[in-house]
Nanobody
Framework: QVQLVESGGGLVQAGGSLRLSCAAS????????MGWYRQAPGKQRVLVASISRGGNTDYADSVKDRFTISRDNAKNTVYLQLNSLKPEDTAVYIC???????????????WGQGTQVTVSS
């Protein structure tokens, strides 16, 4: 089994900052890409940022220059630094990891349970 556990969400005023963390644990052989998605009420889940094992990053246009994704491969952890937050950033932020478990030769996508980020105006 593989588990992803997020932390760091909360309530912040517009212009403020938060740092999200997501730790993967369990029967992990290797982790390829990791990423953060978000889902606002009544809307589809969308990709916010992703990072390869080697550190290549990609961002949604709406968060470029405000959010920074990073990872610590030794800790199987991915981070998302959220700066200059706007009310429209309010959503549940969900961690994703592409993992090869120890018990399989194939890779699968795993998801965390999500952490709420609320930005007040």
């Amino acid at each position: 089994q593989v588990q992803l556990v997020e932390s760091g969400g909360g309530l912040v005023q517009a212009g403020g900052s938060l740092r999200l963390s997501c730790a993967a644990s369990g029967s992990i052989f290797s982790i390829n890409a990791m990423g953060w998605y978000r889902q606002a009420p009544g809307k589809q889940r969308v990709l916010v940022a992703s990072i390869s094992r080697g550190g290549n990053t990609d961002y949604a246009d709406s968060v470029k220059d405000r959010f920074t994704i990073s990872r610590d491969n030794a800790k199987n952890t991915v981070y998302l630094q959220l700066n200059s937050l706007k009310p429209e950033d309010t959503a549940v932020y969900i961690c994703n990891a592409n993992v090869r478990p120890t018990y399989s030769n194939s890779r699968n996508d795993y998801w965390g349970q999500g952490t709420q980020v609320t930005v007040s105006s």
